[in-house]
Every structure is written in structure tokens, then in C-alpha cells.
């Protein structure tokens, strides 16, 4: 006999990118630099200092992280103005219980994360997609006709955008703002990873209560074993979200890792500029190879393979290289990695 399991999530299949031994893996957008020496000691004595207590549960409410994220964001935000969970995923998926559910909707543009219509599924959100152009641009025009067309609960924007790694035009967001009734979600988890003058998100919050900003240290900090995520928005979001998280969902050792991580800052995000390098580097060889590539602002390239990309993806992992599918016919992603990780994906995809 078959589970009684819902029937709006029969026949899904569960998200994850290929976990493959080989010996260059750049398919799911992590750090490839080692944390550093330094930052390790650091991490390892904040984690001993709580081992002791670990009979007690946790700050619930991680006060002290939270002030520091606030303190790393700037912009003039308070303890008050930052949540954390585990991972973004963990924050976005707050968000859909405290403002979605049966009866309401979540509307996005893909390509996008495709763990968003995945969270609307898992809370019974409604997910409507907006899509997007064919070159995978999002006009204001665009955006508020969906917007005034659905009228959704939530509005899921990612900027840069994965997996095309485009930054938002900030038009876009503002406009959506003003057209949406309800809650507008900026993903900014490759945010540290824009090339100069790219504003975020996080400029216009003050005096917008319905706009929330989330963030990861999985990317630039190289924190993606840690699972951390957070988000920016005024009081009454993050009072509302405590509504639905679990109790004691951060874990004493979470949180004293993060705040090692975030006190560390300056050499876990010495590795962006070098990561930046190397995205760059990926899109002018590309192009001078005749691909086509999407500009990107995060810390992978998307790229036309010329061609049926799963024998193309499956021809790289043959030579030891492991990038993503991310389900674009005749498109590859492929994650900014090392200069040596960079030279075999190139050889690998000459």
C-alpha cells in the first residue's frame, strides 16, 4: 500500500545537486578556498567554550548573533531588524508559513533558485511563475503585470539571480514594491560576490515595512557546512516569523561558530575578490570561444553549451569536472573556483 502522503507532493522529487567524488567540483556555488587557519582556532574555542552547557538549550532568539549580522550589514540596522536560521533556505520557508499557506500565493520569475516553488509546495502556498525573457531579463513592465495579475501574498525577486547570476535592476524591486499587497522577498545570497556600484536591496528597506532582504554565510564566508542564513526587514516581519519558528531552532553551537565566523570577517571574505577574479575569467574566455554567457554578479557563470547540455555535462564529468545542470536546455552552470579549478574547467570545456 502507498504512503497517505499529500497529493500535491506526489511524484516531486526532493532538491539536491549531484554529491560526486571527483576531482573538481564546481556545480553547487560553494566556497573553494578552506577556511583559514586562523579562523578555525578561532571557530574550535568558541565551540568548546559551550560544550560545557550543552545541557541547556539555546538563546532562542540568538540576540547576540543577530547583533552582530546587523553590525556586518550596516545600513543603519538593529538586532531588531535582523533573523537568523538555519540557512537562507530555513528563513525563506519561515517566511512563506508566517505570510503564505493554504489559500494564499507566492508568485517568482524563473530561471530562479528553484528551492522557492519547492518552500511554496512545502508550506501549501500556491507558487504562480512570472517567468522571465528569453535572455532571462526581467523588465518593470514585466514584473508589475504579474504582480497586478495574480495579486500574490509573496514576491520572491533574487538578486544576483541564480542561476543566471544577473543583478536586479533596482527599478524592478521598487516597482514591485509598490505594486504587490503583500510581502517582497530580495534574495541577495550571492550579494558580496557584485561588481562595484551594484546597489542591494538592503538601501530602501527603512520605511518599507514589507520588504525582507535575506542573506547566507554559505557563499562568501565560506560558511556553507555552518548553515547560516538571515534576513533584514522592520520589526513586525521578524515579530511575526517568531510566530512559526521551532523552538531552540539555532543551536548553541550554530550561533558560536557564526559569531567566530562574523568576528573573523575580514579573512573569510578575503577570498571574494580572488572568486570574482576567476568568475570573470570564465565569461571573457567563454565569449572569445564564441559562447554565449549571462553577465553575472554572483559567484558562478551561466554558459550555451552549443548543444544538448546533459552530454555536455556528462562529457566534463568524464574529464573529472563537475558542474550543474540546472535544467535550461542547452545551458551549464558552473561555480568560480580556484585558478587551478578554473584552468581544468576551461581544458575540460575547450
Not at 556555488?29 to 539555546?58: F, H, M, T
Request: aromatic share 6%; hydrophobic share 45%.
Amino acid at each position: 500500500m502507498s504512503l497517505p502522503i499529500r497529493d500535491d507532493l506526489r511524484g516531486l522529487t526532493p532538491y539536491g545537486a549531484p554529491q560526486l567524488d571527483v576531482p573538481v567540483r564546481l556545480n553547487t556555488n560553494e566556497n573553494s578556498y578552506p577556511v583559514p587557519e586562523a579562523v578555525v582556532e578561532a571557530i574550535g574555542k568558541a565551540l568548546q567554550a559551550e560544550l560545557r552547557d550543552l545541557n541547556r538549550y539555546p538563546d532562542r532568539d540568538a540576540v547576540a548573533l543577530r547583533a552582530d549580522l546587523a553590525d556586518y550589514l550596516g545600513h543603519g540596522l538593529q538586532t531588531e531588524n535582523v533573523w537568523a536560521a538555519n540557512g537562507s533556505n530555513e528563513v525563506q520557508q519561515q517566511l512563506l508559513q508566517a505570510f503564505g499557506g493554504p489559500g494564499r500565493t507566492a508568485l517568482g520569475f524563473t530561471p530562479a533558485y528553484s528551492m522557492h516553488p519547492l518552500l511554496a509546495t512545502g508550506t501549501g502556498t500556491r507558487w504562480v511563475d512570472g517567468y522571465r525573457a528569453e535572455d532571462f531579463g526581467l523588465s518593470v513592465e514585466h514584473a508589475v503585470a504579474q504582480v497586478e495579475k495574480h495579486r500574490p501574498d509573496l514576491v520572491f525577486l533574487c538578486s544576483p539571480n541564480n542561476p543566471t547570476g544577473t543583478a536586479l535592476d533596482p527599478a524592478v524591486a521598487a516597482a514591485v514594491l509598490d505594486a504587490a499587497p503583500g510581502i517582497v522577498v530580495v534574495d541577495e545570497a550571492y550579494a558580496e560576490f557584485a561588481r562595484p556600484g551594484t546597489p542591494s536591496a538592503l538601501s530602501v528597506l527603512p520605511g518599507h515595512q514589507r520588504l525582507v532582504v535575506t542573506r547566507t554565510m554559505s557563499k562568501a564566508f565560506g560558511f556553507a557546512g555552518g548553515r547560516l542564513g538571515y534576513l533584514a526587514a522592520d520589526p513586525a516581519v521578524i515579530d511575526a516569523v517568531q510566530l512559526v519558528r521551532l523552538p531552540y531552532h539555532l543551536s548553541a553551537l550554530t550561533q558560536a561558530a557564526a559569531r567566530a565566523a562574523l568576528a573573523h570577517r575580514e579573512a573569510l571574505l578575503a577570498t571574494v575578490e580572488a572568486i570574482k577574479e576567476q568568475r570573470d575569467r570564465i565569461v571573457e574566455v567563454l565569449r572569445s570561444r564564441g559562447r554565449r554567457v549571462a553577465d553575472s554578479d554572483a559567484n558562478f557563470v551561466l554558459y550555451e553549451v552549443g548543444g544538448d547540455q546533459k552530454i555536455a555535462w556528462r562529457a566534463l564529468l568524464d574529464r573529472g569536472v563537475l558542474v550543474r545542470d540546472v535544467g535550461l536546455a542547452g545551458w551549464l552552470r558552473v561555480t568560480a573556483g580556484t585558478p587551478d579549478e578554473t584552468d581544468a574547467f576551461l581544458e575540460a570545456q575547450a
